[in-house]
């Protein structure tokens, strides 16, 4: 974390604060994965960027990682998840939605803890689980 004199008691913070911290982080491990393992022009890699981070990909991912979940982690995930929004997804359902809020919330919640090694784990099942799906 940059500011590392600052704490954050992630407990504490609304399931929609989690999400808006974990959207960014889970972001930014996509973009830094993807200049890691390709050379593209950057409108493509906006473009494979968008896909990652997308309300359906996030839905797909939590289900990779599910079983894998603590019951601490399981329980916020499902915060997130039945989190009241006032925002409607255009290019998703409601229910990829939700989803996707549950697990943006879960990897906000992980990095307000300082648990990077937890987050490179999930996020090493996911990949693993996307791999015989090509970005495209």
């Known amino acids: 974390m940059i500011f590392e004199e600052y704490t954050a008691n992630p407990g504490q913070l609304s399931p929609i604060t989690l999400a808006f911290i974990g959207d960014a982080v889970y972001s930014l491990i996509i973009r830094e994965e993807l200049i890691l393992s390709c050379d593209q022009p950057a409108d493509r890699l906006h473009k494979l960027s968008a896909q990652r981070v997308s309300a359906p990909a996030q839905c797909q991912a939590i289900h990779s990682i599910m079983e894998l979940l603590s019951e601490e982690e399981l329980a916020v ?60």
């Open 77 to 136: 995930f499902k915060r997130g998840r039945n989190a009241a929004t006032k925002h409607t997804p255009k290019n998703a359902s409601g229910r990829d939605y939700h989803y996707a809020t549950g697990f943006e919330a879960l990897i906000g919640y992980l990095y307000l803890q300082r648990r990077y090694e937890r987050i490179k784990e999930l996020y090493s099942r996911i990949c693993r689980q996307n791999e015989e799906k090509p970005l495209s």
